[in-house]
């Protein structure tokens, strides 16, 4: 299973994730509060601060893939959606994705109070 750690603390992350289990195969995916799952963040060697900071996800290799890269591993098995991963993952467009969910990730981050950790 793909193992999927996000803040469930955050509003926006909490509704963008209900959203994808509601649609997701039961068996694909593994999803992970951050908050209740810091064994996993020792595992993988993700400081909370990079937890809280962007999403991360964990494929069946172990792989470990973070902001866009984590969506688009989420987007790939959803139907619906699949055709956007390999949109974003386009030369151009790909460069671009990580720059703004780069300033978008940090906006939230900044935004929310328990994101103040060392």
């Given at each position: 299973?793909?193992?999927?750690?996000?803040d469930n603390q955050c509003n926006i992350c909490k509704k963008e994730i209900q959203y994808?289990?509601?649609?997701?195969?039961s068996e694909v995916f593994l999803w992970c509060d951050l908050h209740k799952n810091k064994t996993l963040?020792?595992?993988?060697?993700?400081?909370?601060?990079?937890?809280?900071l962007s999403?991360?996800?964990i494929d069946e290799k172990e792989s470990l893939y973070k902001g866009v890269d984590a969506?688009?591993?989420?987007?790939?098995?959803?139907r619906g959606?699949?055709?956007?991963?390999?949109?974003?993952?386009?030369?151009?467009?790909y460069p671009i994705s990580k720059?703004?969910?780069?300033?978008?990730?940090l906006w939230r981050?900044?935004?929310?109070?328990?994101?103040?950790?060392?």
């Open positions: 299973m793909i193992k999927i750690l996000f994808y289990q509601s649609i997701s195969p963040l020792r595992k993988y060697k993700i400081t909370l601060k990079d937890a809280l999403l991360h996800a969506f688009c591993l989420i987007w790939k098995h959803l959606w699949n055709l956007i991963s390999h949109i974003i993952k386009m030369p151009i467009i720059v703004l969910y780069k300033h978008f990730a981050f900044n935004k929310l109070h328990y994101c103040r950790v060392n």
